[in-house]
T-cell receptor
Framework: AQSVAQPEDQVNVAEGNPLTVKCTYSVSGNPYLFWYVQYPNRGLQFLLKYITGDNLVKGSYGFEAEFNKSQTSFHLKKPSALVSDSALYFC????????????FGKGNQVVVIP | EAGVAQSPRYKIIEKRQSVAFWCNPISGHATLYWYQQILGQGPKLLIQFQNNGVVDDSQLPKDRFSAERLKGVDSTLKIQPAKLEDSAVYLCASIPRGGEATGELFFGEGSRLTVL
């Protein structure tokens, strides 16, 4: 079965510094990978996805993610973090068998310190 | 475009009571999902509908959970009787027809259940 791992519970970063949120995946076949963000008391919002093509994908709010097949990773990055980026970030992988079932990681709390 | 609507936003019940959550997906979205998000964990799929048919309910605890989408539009998720471990946020999500290839789900704000 497909799965993703988000090894860190919380990521603290100073405002203006680069932000990285780590994700590794396990899937048979070609992975469909996603990042979602959840602000307090809100539903999840789509940030970006990798299906095929360039390993570096760009998404909403200045976020990007790099797909690395050899390391089975899909880390989320932002060059300069904002206080408003403080939220819960989820990595997800889609079941290559179809049905669009997404398997989510446990999430990473990002805290951007002013 | 209106988003995915869910109600109620918050519900507190005692164990062994029943509860129902309602979801109205974005207009025209054929596929609807219910996810359970326990505190500190990622969302877990409970059930997936395509129009009014069930596509995947393999992770739905059928002894106490039920869901329906009778007219292929809005959906109801019911828990009867509730257990303490059912305390979670129940998220509804939908995806437009033809959007399955993108995998981009549109989520509602969720219904937070506390079972005492």
């Amino acid at each position: 079965a497909q799965s993703v791992a988000q090894p860190e519970d919380q990521v603290n970063v100073a405002e203006g510094n680069p932000l990285t949120v780590k994700c590794t995946y396990s899937v048979s076949g070609n992975p469909y990978l996603f990042w979602y963000v959840q602000y307090p008391n809100r539903g999840l919002q789509f940030l970006l996805k990798y299906i095929t093509g360039d390993n570096l994908v760009k998404g909403s709010y200045g976020f990007e993610a790099e797909f690395n097949k050899s390391q089975t990773s899909f880390h989320l990055k932002k060059p300069s973090a904002l206080v408003s980026d403080s939220a819960l970030y989820f990595c997800a992988v889609r079941d290559p068998g179809g049905n669009n079932r997404l398997a989510f990681g446990k999430g990473n709390q990002v805290v951007v310190i002013p | 475009e209106a988003g995915v609507a869910q109600s109620p936003r918050y519900k507190i019940i005692e164990k062994r009571q029943s509860v129902a959550f309602w979801c109205n997906p974005i207009s025209g979205h054929a596929t609807l999902y219910w996810y359970q998000q326990i505190l500190g964990q990622g969302p877990k799929l409970l059930i997936q509908f395509q129009n009014n048919g069930v596509v995947d309910d393999s992770q739905l605890p059928k002894d106490r959970f039920s869901a329906e989408r009778l007219k292929g539009v809005d959906s109801t998720l019911k828990i009867q009787p509730a257990k303490l471990e059912d305390s979670a946020v129940y998220l509804c999500a939908s995806i437009p027809r033809g959007g399955e290839a993108t995998g981009e789900l549109f989520f509602g704000e969720g219904s937070r259940l506390t079972v005492l």
